[in-house]
Nanobody
């Protein structure tokens, strides 16, 4: 079992920056990838960014490329999402997720943290 806890959300103005943090605990040794999802009211949950455990491969959805950066600190069992040049359309609940080597599917989820970007 893996437990995930997000933090760092808040209310900011367009153009500001935020860094979301995800603390992982439990059986994290076999983690294959970590990801950040977001869900805005009335919209489907979407994958924003993901990172392979090694850090050698990352993915970003087109709308955040060049603005968001996903990173991880294996020793601290932390995953981060640095969000720069925030836009109102980035407003959503952001979720941290983990995929295991066994399933390679998004199995574990955090509770979510609200990011609100005002115009």
């Amino acid at each position: 079992q893996v437990q995930l806890l997000e933090s760092g959300g808040g209310l900011v103005q367009a153009g500001d920056s935020l860094r979301l943090s995800c603390a992982a605990s439990g059986r994290t040794f076999s983690t294959y990838a970590m990801g950040w999802f977001r869900q805005a009211p009335g919209k489907e949950r979407e994958l924003v960014a993901s990172i392979h455990w090694s850090g050698s491969s990352t993915y970003y959805t087109d709308s955040v490329k060049g603005r968001f950066t996903i990173s991880r600190d294996i020793a601290k069992r932390m995953v981060y999402l640095q969000m720069n040049s925030l836009k109102p359309e980035d407003t959503a609940v952001y979720y941290c997720a983990a995929a295991t080597n066994l399933t390679r599917t998004w199995t574990f989820w955090g509770q979510g943290t609200q990011v609100t970007v005002s115009s």
